[in-house]
């Protein structure tokens, strides 16, 4: 807008510096409206009712610069006088005389010598002029319509307030987190570990199963269970396999979906994901790196983080709902158990505690094949692979096949021609990379030799006596 007045300029920064002055936004929109800019016009006017929804000024002046009512145009003092008209001559200059005792003469004097050359004379105004004629009868204003034109322009006024569901919340709570429906993973799905499979068979999946057998003897719809174990061999793919197997809905949370800046707002976090998880029962809630959230207090020194873990205790044992926790399954996942604090691992809360070793020789031959399915192999002994890989995470092992083909692939693009995955490909992988557990074994060994109180890390003590670790 290079071309427009320093006037409309001006008040364009004044409109900016004071959104909220309506006299001046109209003054504003009149000017733009004088100019012929109809399109901004009505966008001052929209936003002049916003501030002042009653406003009959405002209200006016949209009427007039949505075309129904046209403002008149300005008539300037040189477009009184005839086009034609020639110019008059110098006439001796008179005295002046006050506004006071100035009087208007009859009859004005001629404008041109010759009347009969002159064409037509203007209406001479008065200082007195007649009244106007009454405005006509202007047709209700549809402001719907008005509202659709000027949507792009100007926001909404208001917003909706959202609809209460039934459970006495908002609706938009529930889709605060995000709750997954139950899934296709099964615990079948899950190759080897038959071990895992028992301790979970036996914690939830034989009472879900068996109703009235889990009535008989007094066995609820809840519990929780901690999964620790080195990193990379399927805490996470376990615990959706339970929820597969229960046909219930899974929450996953992190540190990220709890901790908050604002004081007392990660505690509401904590609590609002328990309250979905009840509305959602039957529910998994999956804590994953639950040494994040729920670290020993006696070595935090943030009283916020303590907080945290104050409220993740009493949503576990259900005391802020009347209904408890029934229907509502906790598992818990972590590399360093020994660093969760002590009060989440006994009875009701977190009360049983499951090893995840690396994966077996029947779960690697799975995790190989899962890896190699859509790569070009050729001939591949997976016996030789699955002995070459034990101690592998299941991490490792995708990292062993992904290194194989990055060999394959650079030999084809250095001699032109496609060659397929071999053995020696796999089996040289596996030479290069070190198993990723072995660093976790070593701390744990210390852990379990020596902090091993009430019998925490018995059956962790018994695989490194197996592996001659100890």
């Not at 691992?345 to 029947?362: E, F, M, N």
């Amino acid at each position: 807008m290079a071309d427009e007045s320093p006037l409309i300029r001006s008040l364009r920064a004044a409109v900016a510096a004071a959104p909220g002055d309506v006299p001046l936004r109209l003054h504003f929109a009149e000017l733009l409206l004088a100019e012929g800019l109809g399109d901004e016009a009505v966008a001052e006017a929209a936003v002049a009712l916003q501030h002042a929804p009653g406003d009959a000024a405002a209200r006016a002046l949209m009427v007039r610069a949505m075309g129904m009512a046209p403002a008149p145009a300005p008539v300037s003092e040189k477009a009184a006088e005839p086009a034609s008209a020639p110019e008059k001559p110098a006439e001796p200059a008179e005295p002046a005389v006050p506004v006071e005792s100035a009087s208007v003469p009859e009859k004005p004097a001629p404008v041109f010598e010759n009347p009969a050359s002159a064409p037509e004379k203007p209406a001479p105004v008065s200082e007195n002029p007649a009244p106007a004629p009454e405005e006509p009868v202007v047709p209700s204003f549809d402001w719907d319509a008005a509202e659709q034109q000027v949507r792009d322009l100007v926001g909404p006024r208001f917003l909706d307030a959202p609809q209460a569901d039934g459970a006495g919340g908002t609706a938009g709570d529930a889709a605060a987190w995000d709750v997954d429906a139950p899934g296709a993973v099964r615990l079948a799905d899950v190759g080897g570990m038959d071990e895992v499979k028992e301790r979970l068979e036996a914690a939830f999946l034989a009472p879900m199963r068996n109703p009235e057998l889990r009535r008989l003897y007094g066995k609820s719809l809840r519990g929780g269970l901690l999964l620790y174990g080195p990193p990379g061999c399927g805490k996470t793919f376990i615990a959706r396999a339970v929820a597969g197997e229960l046909g219930a809905n899974f929450l996953t949370v992190s540190l990220s979906d709890v901790l908050d800046m604002w004081i007392g707002a990660s505690e509401k976090n904590i609590h609002d994901i328990f309250e979905t998880a009840r509305r959602q029962a039957p529910c998994v809630v999956f804590l994953d790196e639950l040494d994040a959230l729920g670290a020993k207090r006696s070595r935090t020194h943030h009283s916020g983080l303590r907080n945290v873990v104050n409220q993740l205790l009493t949503e576990l044992d259900g005391i802020a709902s009347g209904a408890g926790n029934e229907g509502v399954f906790v598992l818990a996942a972590t590399n360093v158990p020994w660093d969760v604090d002590i009060a989440l691992r006994r009875p009701g809360r977190l009360d049983r505690t499951l090893l995840v070793l690396p994966p077996d020789a029947a779960a690697r031959e799975s995790i190989l094949r899962y890896h190699l399915r859509e790569r070009p192999i050729e001939a591949v002994d997976l016996g030789k692979l699955v002995k070459a890989t034990e101690d592998f995470s299941g991490a490792d092992l995708a990292h062993v096949c992904e290194t194989a083909a990055e060999a394959a692939l650079l030999d084809s693009a250095r001699t032109g021609s496609v060659r397929l995955i071999t053995t020696k490909d796999l089996l040289g992988a596996a030479r290069q990379i070190k198993p990723s557990t072995e660093p976790w074994f070593a701390a744990a060994r210390n852990v379990a030799m020596f902090a091993n109180e009430g019998g925490l890390y018995d059956d962790l003590l018994a695989h490194l006596k197996r592996k001659r670790k100890l």
